[in-house]
């Protein structure tokens, strides 16, 4: 009886060291089939990711053309732009100038070098990763850098001219946060115009102004608006009715906080036209 119980406790522990080493030799395979990245293999996997998070950018915020490698370009018609708004550049023969903004990859700087500096703004619109794989999204600017910087000298006193008197609106409310980028002129013109001429007709609340640049010199191109329910559906037709340079990419009602609170969120496309307060 005791010899069957030694041979059953021997086969119990053959078992045991059978899955132990199912176990091991599985572990195994996994680490052959999936090695640690390298830094190198990782690096390459994060310029992959920028690439993508800068495309998914363009395709929210812009609406004009854009200028940008192949490879970027293919990446954009993949998150749904149209490559009718796409300027391919494959050497730097190819004109940047005819395009809006353009997407500044490893490749574009490689093709470019130094030769993109005098004519793109120096105020970033938006800016994924660090290094060589960063990429970065700039305005052409055809006028120059210098005559760029001007228009933007004089773009920022009126548009710190027009927040201040929009404050001034018995009908406009706005956050701590809101109140202070309207003084100091951080707010985009078309979307000063805008706020300005549904405040003659209702009451509104700016809860909050987003959709910035990477940089602080870029204007705030949206909104975060609140009121009455039947006045918000009416802003909302005001800026879809808009001609095309006034009108915003985006204008859509959102229920928030269990249903109590509706959220108008205007949107205007990168980047901001300049002399957008002189027409």
């Not at 080493?21 to 994060?46: C, F, H, I, Y």
Request: glycine share 10%; with cysteine.
């Amino acid at each position: 009886m005791r010899s069957g119980r030694v041979a059953g406790a021997l086969m119990l522990a053959a078992a045991g060291l059978l899955a132990a080493g199912a176990l091991v030799t599985s572990k195994a395979v996994r680490d052959l089939a999936a090695p640690e990245p390298t830094p190198a293999r990782q690096r390459v996997d994060a310029a992959v990711q920028w690439r993508a998070d800068a495309a998914v950018w363009v395709v929210k915020q812009v609406h004009s053309t854009v200028g940008c490698d192949p490879a970027m370009c293919a990446e954009l018609v993949g998150h749904g732009m149209s490559d009718g708004l796409l300027l391919p550049l494959r050497t730097s023969e190819d004109e940047v100038l005819n395009a809006d903004v353009v997407v500044v990859t490893a490749a574009v700087r490689s093709m470019f070098g130094a030769g993109l500096t005098p004519i793109t703004s120096p105020d970033v619109l938006c800016r994924k990763g660090t290094g060589p794989g960063m990429v970065e999204v700039l305005q052409v600017t055809p006028e120059g850098v210098a005559a760029y910087r001007k228009q933007h000298k004089a773009d920022a006193r009126a548009l710190r001219q027009a927040g201040r008197e929009l404050l001034g609106r018995p009908n406009l409310g706005a956050s701590r946060d809101a109140a202070a980028q309207l003084a100091a002129g951080q707010v985009d013109g078309r979307l000063l115009s805008g706020l300005a001429a549904v405040a003659s007709s209702y009451h509104v609340y700016v809860r909050a102004f987003t959709d910035g640049g990477a940089d602080q010199g870029v204007p705030l191109r949206g909104a975060e608006l609140s009121g009455k329910y039947g006045d918000l559906k009416s802003i909302r037709r005001f800026f879809d009715a808009q001609e095309s340079r006034f009108r915003p990419i985006l204008a859509t009602l959102d229920t928030e906080s269990a249903g109590t609170v509706t959220i108008l969120r205007i949107r205007y496309a990168a980047p901001s036209p300049s002399g957008s307060l002189d027409s």
